[in-house]
C-alpha cells in the first residue's frame, strides 16, 4: 500500500554518481535508440557500405563462406549475403514501422470514437475488436495474405487487419480515464467541439503509454512480417528481405551462414525497439523503474 | 458463479458463430481464385474444366448460399472437404492435431517450469546475478524469431554436435506406435514401447525448447514485475513482523497472490503454442496443425483453412473462458 512507510535497504545506499544517476535514468532507451538509428543508417548507406549488387547472382561463388571478400560468405546462388543482408534492413525497418504507424493511428482513432460516442457505437466497436482478437494473429495474418497473394504491400494489409484492435482498446481505455477529468469538463463547458477535445486535450494527456506499445510493437511487427516472408508471403522472392533469407537457408545446415546472419539481424533490430521502448516506459512511470 | 460461467460461455458462443461469418467472408470476398490455385495453369485454361471444378465445390453458388451449407454442415460436425487433401476437414484435423498438442504442451511446460521459479528469484533477487541473467533470458526469448531459433538449435545439436535428432516426430526407419491418443509418448508409453517413447522423446526436446522461448521469456518477465509489486504490499510485512520464514513468505503468500496476471497469460500463450506453432513445425517437419494450415493457405484450400480457423478460434474462446473462470476461483471478487 503506502509504499513510502516501507523500509528497505536501498534506503540506505550512498547517493549514486551523476553518471550512473543518468546511466539509470537514459541508459535503455539511448542503448535502443543507437541501436535503432545504426540500422537505419545501414538502409540508407547501403550502397556506400558495400561494393557487391544484392541480387547479382554468380553461381562460381555459390555457398563460399564467409571471407575477406564475402565478408558473410554466399548463398546458394552466390550471392553476397552481407550485401543482401543491408538492404534487407530497408524492408523489415519499413514494414514494420508503416504496420504499427498505420494500426495505431486507425486502432487509436477507433479506440476514441468508442470512449467518446460510449452506448451502442461503443458497444459494437468493442465486439469488433473482440471478434478480430479471438483469432491468432499469424493465422488470421497468413489466411488473409494468402488470400490476397504474395507481395509486400499485401502482407502489411493483412498484418493491418489484425494489428489495429489492440490499439483501439487501448486507447478507449486511457480516454475513458481522461474523460472523467476536470479539466475536459471545463473544455466542454467552455463549449470546445468533441473532435477539438479529443485530439487537442484528451489525446496529448493520455499519448504515453500508446507510445510505449507503439515501440515495443514494432519489434512485434518485424518479426512476423519476416515470419510471414518466411513462409513465402512477404516479398517476391529476389527482393533481399530478411525472412526471405533465413527460409533460403534453412536447409543449408553446413553453410549456416546463410541464414544465421539475417537471423541476427533481426534479433539485434528487436532489441533495440525493446530497450527502447521500456526505457520509454521507465521514464513515463517512475513507478516501473523501481522494477 | 454458475451464472458468471454461464453467460461467459453464451458469449463464447455468440463469438465463435460470429467467428465463422468473418473467415467466410475473408475466404470468398478475396481476389485469389481457389480453382486456378488447385487446377494449375494447364487445366485451369480450359473453361468446361473450370466451370465442373467449380460446380463441384459449389464455387458457382451466391454466397449467402455457401454460408449457409457451410453452418448447415457445422450443425452436422461436418467442415467439409479439403479441396487439397479430398479428406473431410474434420478427419484431417484430427491427425494432425495430436502433434502439436504433444509440441505445445511439451514447450508450454518447459516455460512454466523454468519461467515461473525464474521469475521468482529474480524478484526475490532484485539487482543480483539472478535478475540480470533472468531479463536476458527473457529479453532474448521475446526478441528471437522462432524461426531463427530453431534453424540455429538444429545448426547447432543437430548439424554441428551431431547429440539431438533430426526434423520429424520420429527417426525415419521407426513406426510410429499404436495408434490410441495420437500422442506418441502416451501412446508408446501405454503399449510398453519404450524404444519408440525415448525416441519420440528425443525427438521432442529440440522443438520444444524453440516453441517454449518467447513464452518463456514473457513468464519470466511477468512472474517477476507480478511478485514485485505483491512484496510491496501489508500482508508481507505483516508476515515478517509474525516472524515467518522468508522462503513461506514468498512461495507460499506472494506467489498465490502474484499468479492471476501469470495465469491470464499463461493461458493466451498455451493458446499461440497450440495455433501459433506454424514456424517451428515447418522447419522440423513436424506433421502438426501448423504445417496444415500453411499448406492450406498456400493452397488457397478454403474450407480447410476456414476449418482450422474456427477450431483455432473456439481453442482460443474456451481458453479464455477458462481463464476468466479461474480468475473467480483464484479472487473471489471478480464474479461481483
Known sequence: MSAATTVTPVAFEAVPSKRRRWLRRYGLASAGAVIILSWIMVAVLAPVLTWHAPDLVDVTQRLRPPSPSHWLGTDALGRDVFARLLYGSRISLSTGIIVVVLAAAFGTLVGGVAAYARGKIEELIMRITDLVLCFPPIILALAIAAALGIGAVNTIIAMLVVWWPKFARLARSLIIVQRSQEYVEAAVVVGLSPGRILIRHILPNSIGPLIVLVTLDVGNAIITFAGLSFLGLGVVPPTPEWGSMVSEGRELIEQWWVAAFPGLAILTIVVGFNFLGDGIRDWLDPKSRRR | ?336
Do not use: C
Open chain 2, 1 to 336: 458463479m454458475l451464472r458468471y460461467t454461464l453467460s461467459r460461455l453464451t458469449a463464447a458462443v455468440v463469438m465463435a458463430v460470429f467467428a465463422t461469418l468473418v473467415i467466410f467472408l475473408i475466404a470468398n470476398t478475396v481476389p485469389g481464385d481457389p480453382a486456378l490455385a488447385q487446377l494449375g495453369d494447364l487445366a485451369a485454361s480450359n473453361p468446361e474444366f473450370l466451370a465442373a471444378f467449380r460446380a463441384k465445390w459449389g464455387l458457382d453458388l451466391p454466397l449467402w448460399e455457401r454460408y449457409f451449407i457451410f453452418l448447415k454442415g457445422l450443425l452436422h460436425g461436418d467442415l467439409g472437404i479439403s479441396i487439397a487433401s479430398q479428406r473431410p476437414v474434420l478427419d484431417d484435423i484430427f491427425s494432425y492435431a495430436p502433434a502439436t498438442i504433444e509440441l505445445a504442451t511439451a514447450g508450454f511446460l518447459l516455460a512454466v517450469v523454468i519461467g515461473v521459479p525464474l521469475g521468482v528469484l529474480a524478484a526475490v533477487r532484485r539487482d543480483t546475478w539472478i535478475d540480470h541473467v533472468a531479463r536476458f533470458i527473457s529479453l532474448a526469448g521475446v526478441s528471437a524469431p522462432t524461426f531463427w531459433l530453431a534453424f540455429i538449435v538444429l545448426a547447432i545439436f543437430y548439424g554441428g554436435l551431431q547429440i539431438a535428432p533430426g526434423p520429424g516426430r520420429l527417426d525415419t526407419i521407426a513406426f510410429p506406435p499404436t495408434r490410441i491418443t495420437g500422442l506418441h509418448l502416451v501412446d508408446s508409453a501405454l503399449s510398453g514401447d519404450w524404444s519408440t517413447f525415448i525416441d519420440a522423446l528425443a525427438h521432442l526436446v529440440l522443438p520444444s525448447v524453440v516453441l517454449a522461448a518467447a513464452t518463456l521469456g514473457l513468464i519470466t518477465r511477468t512472474t517477476r514485475a507480478s511478485m514485485l509489486e505483491s512484496m510491496q504490499q501489508d500482508y508481507v510485512r505483516v508476515a515478517r513482523a509474525k516472524g515467518l520464514k522468508e522462503r513461506i513468505i514468498v512461495w507460499g503468500h506472494v506467489l498465490p497472490n502474484a499468479l492471476i496476471p501469470v495465469v491470464t497469460l499463461g493461458g493466451l500463450a498455451y493458446a499461440n503454442l497450440l495455433t501459433g506453432a506454424v514456424m517451428t513445425e515447418t522447419i522440423f517437419s513436424w506433421p502438426g496443425l501448423g504445417r496444415y494450415t500453411f499448406r492450406s493457405a498456400a493452397a488457397l484450400d478454403f474450407p480447410a483453412i476456414m476449418g482450422i480457423t474456427l477450431v483455432v478460434a473456439i481453442t482460443y474462446l474456451l481458453i479464455n473462458l477458462l481463464i476468466d473462470i479461474s480468475y473467480a476461483l483464484l479472487d473471489p471478487r471478480v464474479v461481483r
